[in-house]
């Protein structure tokens, strides 16, 4: 199965900052990555796909990017309506397997 | 609009069984790859399994292997979720999701289902 370690576990930015979230992949995957945001109590929402593109309707802060078998996710100049969890999810070969996941607090 | 919306879910004892299921709106239902994605409470996500456009070909993870039955009507625009001999750590919020390429562009509200005696 492929591992993907996410980190970090949560975070806490301001208004300002730049968010990076991070999962890499315990091989090449082919950047078959996707991120999603999770709000309490709702399901999953894409924001990326393919490691790099932005899915519709997602806010062009947010963006994703690949270096070797890390990915990342972007988030510039967030919101507080960004706060979530976020997963990254590959789908380059099953088991699917998800990153554990990263807490967001926007301040 | 795309819609995915789950029913079936509730408190089941261990051993017994449970039919999960997605009825699909808003696309061209019989096109898509379909899996279903659950959430054990304050965990993480957790793909369970997937199916083809047709049915024929069906994709699960190891744990539920065996146990859980992934199937689809697309004369109703319907995918299924059998669960059989169900254990507590099957206790989650199960999630109908569509395949949008190799990723998951749409997701149902989730249905809960509690394994308890």
């Known amino acids: 199965d492929i591992q993907m370690t996410q980190s970090p576990a949560s975070l806490s930015a301001s208004l300002e900052e730049i968010v990076t979230i991070t999962c890499k992949a315990s091989?090449?995957?082919?950047?078959?990555l996707s991120w999603y945001q999770q709000k309490p109590g709702k399901s999953p929402q894409l924001l990326i796909y393919?490691?790099?593109s932005l899915a519709d309707g997602v806010p062009s802060r947010f963006s994703g990017s690949r270096s070797g078998t890390q990915y990342s996710l972007k988030i510039s100049r967030p919101q507080v309506d960004d706060s979530g969890i976020y997963y990254c999810?590959?789908?380059?070969?099953?088991?699917?397997?998800f990153g554990s996941g990263t807490k967001l607090e926007i301040k | 609009e795309v819609q995915l919306v789950e029913s079936g879910g509730g408190l089941v004892q261990p051993g017994r069984s449970l039919k999960l299921s997605c009825a699909a709106s808003?696309?061209?239902?019989?096109?898509?790859?379909m899996a279903w994605v659950r959430q054990a409470p304050t965990k993480g996500l957790e793909w369970v399994a997937s199916?083809?456009?047709?049915?024929?070909?069906?994709y699960y993870r190891d744990s539920v292997k065996g146990r859980f039955t992934i199937s689809r009507d697309n004369a109703k625009n319907t995918l299924y979720l059998q669960i059989d001999s169900l254990r507590s750590e099957d206790t989650a919020t199960y999630y109908c999701?569509?395949?949008?390429?190799?990723?998951?562009?749409?997701w149902g509200q989730g249905v809960m289902v509690t394994v308890s005696s």
């Open positions: 999701a569509k395949h949008g390429g190799y990723y998951f562009d749409y």
């Open positions: 091989q090449g995957i082919d950047d078959y």
């Open positions: 999810l590959q789908s380059y070969s099953t088991p699917l397997t």
């Open positions: 199916i083809s456009t047709g049915g024929g070909n069906t």
């Open positions: 808003g696309f061209t239902y019989s096109n898509y790859v």
């Open positions: 393919d490691a790099t």
